[in-house]
């Protein structure tokens, strides 16, 4: 298979566009919540005390025998893609065992074929993010209502990958190929919340037996942020090896300066924000009778701007490449694909705003299925208005439960289908001993049972003690 010689230029920027996009994702969502992470993330409605800060701030309003919830660093954190196994990944990428050592795989055709085959359409998706709640509280009072305070750390990276990227790279440019990347899409970011919620209960509110409302309010402070987007970059090969396209796109990124890479700078745990922003969530949580409930909220409406390091790059050009041993036309190829770079005084972000709509029934009530065993079954539709890191405009669908046999070993499981994970199955479990209560979670049991056929991996854990 003939490849056009040193077209070095757009594969090298090819390749630097992925390791980028991997090393973002070894890095912002509601998984600190490890009770309703091992439930399928299913939580609009269920989630109490602590938990409810970033979910459904009306949570904090409903009565539970325990009025004050103190959480010290629960964290829950993922990472996966909708392309690739890890077993294709061992396979085919981590080299080959010899007497010498781990050597390269060489990839056949039949292999590149059987690796692209992953893709279910023409672009692929990429997601991870690490969610830490460092210390939050809330507390409850029947005559004031409740509120809670919390300090939270969201990282996460969110990325859209075209299948021509790899088929390029497996193939190269022969005569007649196309290449399309447009829709091409990354974001990536480190952000810490400041928030405080609070809710109030309304007995016999418009029919209902209660009716809770809340409002919360957070200072953000971000750290870092990548993007790559309006990418509209194809070329063609002719087949007299003549190769000719157009490359555009824009990319933003600001940070600390220790993210500069200058010698002068060192990593702090609490550095100077390169940009910050109000974020507000509002909620309801309806007590229909003693076993139904239903929610609705909207979380992270709001913006953030970015001043301190900021520069935006930008290409928009057309190009063509008739000799390829021309070092002038490869220095023009080159020059139109590393853009325009810049300082600029400021740009904006949203939050990754969402809707969630939520039902739940309690089994084993006294009006409700009393011979049956405390059984919490819960439903959730979410439904994300951008696609910021941990957010997607894909609606998510989720089912869970919590079944407690015994009272202090409460199981959990539930499935989620849509959203940029697509599916999953998730399982939890908790050790509630008087005050202190441990959780942990994962919402890919499949990486657990069957490892060569995950693609995600997920873990989360926290602890909380309640008076």
């Known amino acids: 298979m003939r490849r056009l010689g040193r077209f070095c230029p757009l594969r090298v920027w090819l390749l630097v566009v992925i390791c980028n996009l991997a090393l973002q994702f070894a890095q912002a969502g509601d998984r600190s919540n490890i009770v309703g992470l091992g439930m399928g993330r299913t939580s609009t409605v269920t989630s109490r005390g602590v938990d409810a800060l970033g979910i459904n701030p009306a949570n904090l309003a409903v009565m539970e025998s325990k009025s004050f919830t103190l959480s010290f660093l629960p964290v829950g954190a993922r990472v996966g893609t909708d392309f690739l196994d890890y077993g294709t990944y061992r396979r085919y990428l981590t080299g080959v065992s010899t007497d010498s050592g781990r050597v390269g795989y060489f990839l056949t055709d039949r292999d590149k074929e059987q690796i692209l085959s992953g893709f279910s359409t023409d672009m692929g998706t990429i997601n991870g993010d690490v969610d830490i709640k460092l210390i939050s509280l809330s507390f409850q009072d029947s005559s004031f209502g409740g509120i809670g305070i919390g300090i939270r750390e969201r990282v996460g990276a969110r990325g859209v990958l075209s299948k021509d990227y790899l088929r390029f790279l497996f193939y190269g440019n022969s005569p007649g190929e196309s290449f399309n990347f447009s ?264 990486s657990v049972l069957q490892p060569n056929q995950a693609s995600r991996v997920s873990l989360g854990i926290g602890t909380r003690w309640s008076f």
Do not use: C
């Open 183 to 446: 829709s091409t899409e990354i974001r990536g970011w480190w952000l810490r919340e400041y928030s405080v919620s609070y809710a109030r209960a309304f007995e016999n509110a418009f029919g209902l037996n209660s009716l809770a409302v809340g409002v919360g309010a957070k200072l953000i402070n971000g750290f870092g942020y990548f993007d790559l987007q309006q990418v509209n970059t194809s070329f063609t090969t002719s087949s007299q090896n003549v190769v000719a396209g157009h490359a555009e796109y824009l990319s933003h990124r600001a940070g600390v300066d220790f993210f500069s890479g200058e010698r002068a700078s060192s990593f702090t745990a609490f550095p100077s924000p390169s940009g910050k922003g109000w974020g507000f969530d509002f909620g309801i949580n309806a007590k229909v009778n003693s076993f139904m409930r239903f929610g609705l909220s909207v979380t992270d409406v709001g913006t953030l701007r970015w001043t301190h390091n900021a520069r935006e790059r930008r290409a928009n050009g057309n190009f063509t490449i008739d000799d390829a041993f021309s070092e002038s036309q490869q220095d023009s190829l080159q020059n139109l694909v590393e853009g325009t770079d810049q300082k600029v005084d400021a740009f904006e972000t949203q939050l990754p705003t969402a809707i969630h709509a939520g039902l739940s029934l309690q089994f084993g009530q006294s009006e409700f299925a009393q011979s049956s065993p405390p059984i919490l079954l819960a439903f959730d539709y979410t439904q994300g208005l951008n696609n910021m890191p941990g957010n997607s405009r894909q609606p998510r669908f989720s089912l869970g439960m919590e079944f407690r046999l015994l009272s202090w070993l409460p199981l959990r499981s539930g499935i989620s289908v849509g959203g940029s994970e697509q599916r999953s199955w998730a399982f939890g479990l908790g050790l509630h001993l008087g005050p202190f209560a441990l959780d942990v979670a994962t919402e890919d049991v499949l």
